[in-house]
C-alpha cells in the first residue's frame, strides 16, 4: 500500500508518500508545496496553489491512501480558521482525486512515530529518518508529513479498511441536482 501524508499549512504544506509491506516502511518522495511566493492578502490564489499541488504529487506517486493532520485550536483564532482553510483545500484536492482520507492529531502522530505526545519537532525528524532509513534529516514539514503517513500505516488495517468503507458510503450517497431559479 502507498500512503501519502499532508502536513497543512497555508505557508507551506509537506507531503511525504510511503511504501508499506507488512510492517516494512520505505521512503517514496517527501518535499513541500510552497505559497510564500504569493501576497499574503491572496488567500484565494493561496488555496488554488495548495489544492493544485497536493493533486500534482497524487498524480505523481499514485497513492493508495492518503493522511491528514488535524487542526488544533490555536491561540489565535484568525490564523487556526486560516489553517482550516488550508487543510480544507488539501482534503478536497486529495478527495477530489477519489482517495480515502484519515486524519490524525499531531499528538497522535507523534505518539506513533516518537513514542511520546509531546515530542519536539527534532525528535520527529530523527525518528523519521531511522525509520525510512533516510540518510539525512527531511525538513519539518516534510517530516511532520512522513510522520502522518507512518502513524496511518501504523494505525493497522482496522482504521484503512474502515476509511475504504467510508469512501464506499459516500458513493453510494445520491447526489442531488441543485437548480437555482431566479424569482420573476
Known sequence: ????????????????VIDVRGSDLGYVAS???????LQKSGLPARLKVLFDGVRE????????????EIVFVNVNPQSTLLLGQARGACIAA??????P?????????????VGYGKAQKNQVQEMVRRL????????????????MAITHAHAGKGIQLRALAASADSDRVSTRKVEWRHPS
Open 1 to 16: 500500500m502507498r500512503i501519502l501524508g499532508v502536513d497543512p499549512g497555508l505557508r507551506t504544506t509537506g507531503f511525504g
Open 31 to 37: 518535499g513541500t508545496i510552497s505559497t510564500l511566493h
Open 57 to 68: 504529487v497524487v498524480q505523481r506517486y499514485q497513492p493508495d491512501a492518503a493522511s491528514v
Open 94 to 99: 486529495l478527495v477530489s482525486s477519489d482517495l
Open 101 to 113: 482520507v484519515a486524519e490524525y492529531t499531531a499528538l497522535q502522530m507523534k505518539q506513533a512515530v
Open 132 to 147: 525510512l532509513h533516510l540518510p539525512g534529516l527531511p525538513g519539518t514539514d516534510a517530516a511532520d508529513a512522513l510522520g
